[in-house]
């Protein structure tokens, strides 16, 4: 490997640190997209949302996401995020910080129609398929948010295979001798 792509590569244990984190938040993005319902099983939206239930879509994506931002800004200020090879992962955390960010408006959305539905069913019908729309919504930017968190995290396992490809010398290896000393020029 040449010593100037070796150089602008993260340390290892920095890069599997990174990807732990990264495969954290990919994991709690999928899952909440996928357990965060607002529609009853019969698909059916309930009479009356609970308020309550839907703020908590809206911290748990608020939470999400400032801890996506933080990651992401973190990896920006680092020296890595200026090399070329760590642009590709920097453009995937910036995907996901802003799909993260969108899932939380669109969860706020919904949460604050839940206490707008008006009385009269002509007004609840629009309202209701809004609610139905912005949730959905905001669960594909978490989907999304998912994938872009993945995508890092391939970028970054590439970066871990240059590791093991580059040629460092092991701990256990002793260094070489140095030459033994020439003959002298006295003679017993």
Known sequence: MEPTVQ????????????????????AKAADNAQKWHLLDESGRIPAEPSFTELFEHVTGAQDLSRDVLRLTGDFATSPHSTSRADHATLDHLARASTMAAHAASHFSETAEAALRLPRTPADQHYLKNRMVIDHATARAYLRRTSEAL?????????????????????HRESPVPPPSPGPSGRHR
């Open 150 to 170: 993945g995508d890092t995290v391939k970028e970054l396992n590439g970066q871990l295979d240059s590791h093991r490809m580059s040629p460092t010398p092991s």
């Open 7 to 26: 150089r602008n590569l993260i340390p290892r244990d920095g890069t599997l640190h990174l990807v732990g984190a990264l495969d954290a938040l990919k």
